[in-house]
């Protein structure tokens, strides 16, 4: 009897071992954009770096500005697993836009790192801009009064 206790017990040590190795120390996150934005915005240089110097550090950029093409926005986001108490739900690690802009020329003029604590300053407009292309056609609106009439007698 004794031999087989001694023998389950190193196969209970080697079991819990197996099972320590796989673990792993480091939290499990979410990444989303572009990695180590900070740390990689800082070989760009001011008056020095070009477009082809941002585009072989990043890549394409992952938005430009609207009026200006010369004005390119990267994102970075990391999500981690919140603690027990939240219920495992995903929490914000960082959360960082850079905001670079060229001349016209192509030559790096200004470069901004906006963070979480930044964004929470940032102000938004509240006009609501109207757009006519959403606007329903006279056709799309009748079908969906019809369409409304036909289910409200249900």
């Known amino acids: 009897m004794f031999f087989r206790i001694k023998y389950h017990k190193y196969l209970f040590f080697l079991f819990i071992f197996i099972i320590s190795i796989g673990c792993s120390f480091q939290e499990a996150s979410k990444n989303h954009g572009i990695v180590f934005l ?10 020095v770096s070009n477009t082809n110097d941002v585009i072989k550090i990043f890549g ?11 004005i390119w926005v990267y994102i970075e986001r990391i999500l981690v697993k919140g603690e027990y108490h939240k219920l495992g739900k995903h929490i914000v690690k960082e959360n960082n836009i850079l905001v670079l802009e060229f001349d016209n020329y192509g030559i ?47």
């Open 108 to 154: 790096l003029k200004k470069k901004e790192i906006i963070d979480k604590s930044k964004k929470k300053n940032l102000v938004f407009s509240k006009k609501e801009t109207k757009n006519e292309l959403t606007q329903k056609s006279f056709v799309e609106k009748f079908l969906s009064s019809v369409r409304s009439k036909m289910y409200s007698n249900k």
């Open 60 to 70: 394409q950029p992952h938005s430009k500005s609207i009026n200006n093409d010369n």
């Open 38 to 47: 900070e740390n990689r915005s800082n070989k760009l240089k001011i008056d």
